[in-house]
């Protein structure tokens, strides 16, 4: 077994729990719905965050060739599928069968946290192109990269309303934008 395989086993895992987390939470806003006040952005960002974990899996298989691994450039590639798993956790709230969901109040409850985890996607990933590969390729990767880290900054900074009924479509056509962009083929 090559270093990739029994490194790769552990990312599957967290991401495997994060796309459980949503799509689990998913059902359940379906099957409660009646004890569930919907919030749009809410729904938006638990889209985008499942396409983040696929696309997270997606890349890591970018990482195949890599034979010199150290402890802390593996902590690196596993910080980002952890980073997802935990922005699962805070988007998606605990149902409790006696009392109603409100995914707008449990979102603006958590926007702090959410937005400041995922500011960090971006600057880890970054991070971890330059300890991996030796440097940063600045093409169109990094400038979504950078662009990504300007919309959790914006959602860090602002608890206004409108302003996240806007982050939420932008950052999920954004995001679809980077795949199309970037990840169409496995390489």
Not at 52 to 63: M, N, S, Y
Not at 142 to 166: A, I, S, Y
């Amino acid at each position: 077994m090559r270093a990739f395989e029994y490194l790769s086993v552990l990312i599957s895992i967290v991401l495997g729990l994060g796309v459980t987390h949503l799509l689990a939470g998913a059902a359940k806003l379906m099957r409660f719905r009646a004890d569930v006040r919907l919030y749009g952005p809410s729904l938006i960002w638990i889209g985008l965050l499942f396409l983040l974990h696929v696309q997270i899996w997606w890349a890591v298989f970018e990482l195949r060739d890599v034979a010199d691994w150290t402890f802390f450039s593996f902590l690196l590639v596993l910080a980002i599928p952890t980073l997802a798993y935990l922005l699962s956790a805070l988007l998606i709230p605990d149902f409790d069968r006696e009392t109603a969901i409100d995914l707008k109040a449990s979102y603006f409850e958590n926007r702090r946290w959410f937005f400041g985890l995922f500011t960090l996607i971006p600057l880890v990933s970054l991070l971890q192109e330059g300890i991996i590969s030796g440097d940063i390729r600045w093409d169109a990767d990094p400038v979504f990269r950078l662009g990504f880290l300007v919309l959790g900054l914006v959602g860090f900074g602002t608890r206004h309303e409108r302003t996240h009924q806007w982050l939420a479509p932008v950052g999920f056509i954004a995001f679809a934008g980077y795949i199309a962009f970037l990840f169409l083929r496995l390489t």
